[in-house]
Antibody
Framework: QLQLQESGPGLVKPSETLSLTCTVS??????????WGWIRQPPGKGLEWIGT???????YHNPSLKGRVTSSVDTSKNQFSLKLNSVTAADTALYYC???????????????WGQGTQVTVSS | DIQMTQSPSSLSASVGDRVTITCRAS??????LNWYQQRPGKAPKLLIY???SLQSGVPSRFSGSGSVTDFTLSISNLQPEDFATYYC????????FGGGTKVEIK
């Protein structure tokens, strides 16, 4: 059974870089559904898509994040990662890594979610 | 960007009721519309994909309909475990979610 697990620091200082890793188990990251992504949820608010990554490393990120996002894949470790730089308090959220069954332009149905990891931006 | 507007933002209902949640897209998305349920403290769970297809393991009291820009999620015979927040999501171009509908116990 496919499982996703986020890991990374729970506290990041303003202006620094948030770094998270998602470890995929139960299937290969380059399997028949090789699209992965990050979604976040600020406290008490709704869901915001951060970006989608293909197992080859191709990516597409939410333009609203103004180029602050970098994503990568490590197929040897069955992991993919997120970096968000120049963070502010507005980036405080629960961050989910997900698998997408692709249907549209860098889009799809999210059929598997990690449990989420809380990241707080504070000095 | 495709904007998704959900209504209502919250509703109160009783066990056994039928509830309907609507979602409108800012442009045509065909049937590229999914619905998720999020219980407190949990990750969202896929209920409906492609507007009307029930995800494996999801009870048949959940149903989805619609196309183009207007969609609905219906829950018949509301059960205690159905009190949660529901989100629509378009999967036509990148990813956007509706603002959510919180279903509360009356």
């Amino acid at each position: 059974q496919l499982q996703l697990q986020e890991s990374g620091p729970g506290l990041v200082k303003p202006s620094e870089t948030l770094s998270l890793t998602c470890t995929v188990s139960g299937d290969s990251i380059s399997s028949s559904n090789p699209y992965w992504g990050w979604i976040r949820q600020p406290p008490g608010k709704g869901l915001e898509w951060i970006g989608t990554i293909f197992y080859s490393g191709s990516t597409y990120h939410n333009p609203s994040l103004k180029g602050r996002v970098t994503s990568s894949v490590d197929t040897s470790k069955n992991q993919f990662s997120l970096k968000l730089n120049s963070v502010t308090a507005a980036d405080t959220a629960l961050y989910y890594c997900v698998r997408l069954v692709l249907s549209g332009f860098w889009s799809g149905t999210v059929d598997h979610w990690g449990q989420g990891t809380q990241v707080t931006v504070s000095s | 960007d495709i904007q998704m507007t959900q209504s209502p933002s919250s509703l109160s209902a009783s066990v056994g009721d039928r509830v309907t949640i609507t979602c409108r897209a800012s442009q045509t998305i065909g049937t590229y519309l999914n619905w998720y349920q999020q219980r407190p403290g949990k990750a969202p769970k896929l209920l409906i994909y492609a507007a009307s297809s029930l995800q494996s393991g999801v009870p048949s009291r959940f149903s989805g309909s619609g196309s183009v820009t207007d969609f609905t999620l219906s829950i018949s015979n509301l059960q205690p475990e159905d009190f949660a927040t529901y989100y629509c999501q378009q999967s036509y171009s990148t990813v956007t979610f509706g603002g959510g509908t919180k279903v509360e116990i009356k």
